[in-house]
């Protein structure tokens, strides 16, 4: 008897649903919350039933505090994890988790909602490249794509900027988008005029045949000095593991583009900047990209086992980044890899996060935001900061969380670590 796709995923979800509940934390039944290292217990769980061995470490801090009482813990990345893999909204994750309202019943006062937890945009990959006239018309389907808006917000500590979509002071937004399977598009659009702009992000490093590879911290620094048709000027400085050096961006294989126009968001012309980065996606190293439950004709790549859903990316030919010269690095390859870095330092994925002795033995080191943007040309006061994923699907997730900190004991909600800019 042949069974439908349809049939086939629903049972596959019904098993993905049995696993969270196997796996997860006391918070998912309503006690703890928005803790990360329930998160990293469940991805871990996640990890050990579909048999992926180097599993993304992130950050993961205690539960309670002394005296007991839920903290604010840097969980986005690991919820946006989650996400990429299941091909869910992160916010879903954080309601099973019982992060959306977990104050409420605790402290007797209106629950707290997932949009000011941390806000979300999610797109599909792109079925044809995006482009517009380079210096006169920016891409007219950024209307269709999801981003994330922010505010300039220069006194607040730390200088967090994401808001609501919706929010009319926004003055930048950010699109996130994986075109052919093999490169991922990052827009920044800012309501300024052209202006130098620092861009802190992750890159996965790789030496030939290696089975795992480094996760580093670049700043792409793109200078004002843009030119119509021809894009804007911009290096790239970065530790790729000979010590830190500054490259030309092409020599990395990022490109950078540049236009000035109305959007969908302002109609007075402004500047947009294109960032396009190769990907580097392997099955050494990113296994459940390549979980494979069937093959049918619509899905060449096999059905995911985790999602349910087609993998875009190909087990004979995955994107396989850039090969760098033999001036900068022999024998090695650079690209994004899809998990929400930055991960834990050392090889990636699967290295556990260290404690950061003598400062505090009882956490582990500060989590980094994985991506910062700045229009200032200083990352000190970012304009943009967020985690970014991309699920074996190829659809892109990204999420900024709303700054929870507080230095007050009984403010509400209670205080906790906070993710900062990376450096290189």
Known sequence: MKVSLMSRITRLAGAIAAIWLCYASPAWAGGGGADSGSLMA??????????????PQYPAYLTYGSPAAPINSPATPIVVQIAAWWNWNPDNVRTFDSDCGQYGPANGLVPIFCPQIGVNATNPPARSPISGILGLQPPSALASLASLAFTSNSTATPPLTV???????????????????NTLDLFLENLKGPSAVTVALPLAVMAKGASTENSVVATLNISPTCIVVLGCPATVTVNLGAGKSTYSAQSLGIDVDYFFGPSAHWATPHSIYEVQIPLLVNPKTDPSYFLTAESLPQCPNGINQASGICNAFSQTSPPGGVQLSSKILKNTVVGMAPSAAPQCPGPQPGTACPFDYPNNPTQPVSPTFGFCASFSNSLKNPNAAFFLAIGPDGTTYVSSPVNLSSTSPDAFPPGGPYPACPTS
């Open 42 to 55: 469940d991805l871990s769980g996640i990890c050990s039933q579909f048999g992926i061995a180097s599993c």
């Open 163 to 181: 808001t609501q979509n919706s929010d009319p002071t926004a003055t930048s937004y950010v699109y996130a988008v994986v075109e052919t399977a």
